[in-house]
C-alpha cells in the first residue's frame, strides 16, 4: 500500500510539472512569434501573425490544474506553508494529538472540498458548460483535473493521519525540521 501512494503522489507531481512545462512551452512560442514579427516588420517582411488562441484560460486551466495536482506531494515532502511555533513549544505527546487534529480536520476540509469541485465537474459535464474564449474548452475538465488534485490531497492528509496514530509524527517531519535548521538538501 505504501509504495502505491508513494507512486500516486509521485504521478501527480509529474502531471502537475507537465502542466506547467505546457504553459511555459506555449507562452514561450507566443512570445517567440512575437518577437519574430518584431523582427519582421523592422525590416518590412510580412508578419506572421501566429496567435495561440486562448492562451490565457487554457493556461489558467493548466495552473489551476498544476496547483492542486501538486498539493498532495509537496505535503509529503514538508514545504507546505505551516505554522509550526506552536508546535515547537509543545511537548511530543502534545504535538501528536495536535497534529492528528490538524490532519484529522484538514481531511474533512479538503474530502468536503474534492466532494464539491466533483459536483462542479459533474455539473459542468452533463450540462456540456464550455469557457466563453475563442477555444471553447469544455469546463469539466479542468474542473475534474482540480477535483482529482483535491481527491489526492485528501488521502495524503489521511495517510498522513495514520502515519501520526502510527508512528508519532508525520513523514515530513525530518525535512521541515531540515528546513527550519536551514539544512534542507
Known amino acids: 500500500m505504501r509504495s ?4 500516486l503522489y509521485r504521478i501527480a507531481l509529474w502531471l502537475a510539472a507537465l502542466c506547467l512545462a505546457a504553459i511555459a512551452l506555449m507562452v ?3 512570445l517567440a512569434a512575437r518577437i519574430l ?6 525590416v518590412h ?3 506572421t ?20 495536482l501538486a498539493l498532495a506531494a509537496t ?18 505527546e502534545m504535538r501528536r494529538y495536535a497534529e492528528m487534529a490538524a ?3 484538514a481531511a474533512i476540509g479538503s474530502g468536503y472540498i474534492t466532494w464539491n469541485l466533483a459536483s462542479f465537474a459533474w455539473v459542468s459535464f452533463r450540462f456540456n458548460e464550455v469557457s466563453p474564449g475563442v477555444v471553447r474548452v469544455p469546463l469539466c475538465y479542468p474542473q475534474a483535473t482540480m477535483a482529482l488534485g483535491a481527491a489526492i490531497l485528501t488521502v495524503v ?11 508519532g509524527r508525520p513523514s515530513f517531519r525530518l525535512a521541515e525540521d531540515a528546513i527550519s535548521l536551514g539544512k534542507e538538501g
Open 49 to 68: 501573425s501566429f496567435v495561440i488562441l486562448s492562451l490565457n484560460e487554457i493556461c489558467g486551466y493548466l495552473l489551476a490544474a498544476a496547483s492542486f
Open 157 to 167: 492528509l489521511v495517510d498522513e493521519f495514520v502515519t501520526v496514530v502510527r508512528l
Open 103 to 105: 490532519f484529522a480536520a
Open 75 to 92: 505535503l509529503r515532502a514538508g514545504v507546505h506553508i505551516r505554522v509550526t511555533m506552536m508546535l515547537g513549544v509543545l511537548g511530543e
Open 45 to 47: 517582411l510580412p508578419r
Open 28 to 30: 514561450g512560442a507566443q
Open 37 to 42: 514579427d518584431g523582427a519582421l516588420a523592422l
Open 4 to 7: 502505491f501512494l508513494d507512486r
